[in-house]
Nanobody, 119 residues
């Protein structure tokens, strides 16, 4: 079974940094793409950053220039380096991975890690 486990969340002051990690069970090469999503209280879950199996990345406009997504195929991990954190970045961050076979997409999710940013 696919298992995604996030770590690295915590409390940080505005302007600080955190690095989130997502460890996958088994090779991440089987995934078409992976990414990070976040959900703040009372808000919809939103995409933060994605990275494809070949390394192409995309970011939400709100985090461009501040966050960096990367992956380590040997360690089966995906990370999110978050710099210059703002209070509005506070949320539960979820690791995502998905497969895409022909027209069928299947998503897998971690249980989330809390990021709190104090002003």
């Amino acid at each position: 079974q696919v298992q995604l486990v996030e770590s690295g969340g915590g409390l940080v002051q505005a302007g600080g940094s955190l690095r989130l990690s997502c460890a996958a069970s088994g090779s991440i090469s089987r995934f078409y793409g992976m990414g990070w999503y976040r959900q703040a209280p009372g808000k919809q879950r939103e995409l933060v950053a994605t990275i494809s199996s070949i390394g192409s990345t995309n970011y939400a406009d709100s985090v461009k220039g501040r966050f960096t997504i990367s992956k380590n195929n040997a360690q089966n991990t995906v990370s999110l380096q978050m710099n210059s954190l703002k209070p509005e970045d506070a949320a539960v961050y979820y690791c995502n991975a998905y497969t895409k076979i022909i027209a069928t997409r299947v998503d897998y999710w971690g249980q989330g890690t809390q990021v709190t940013v104090s002003s």
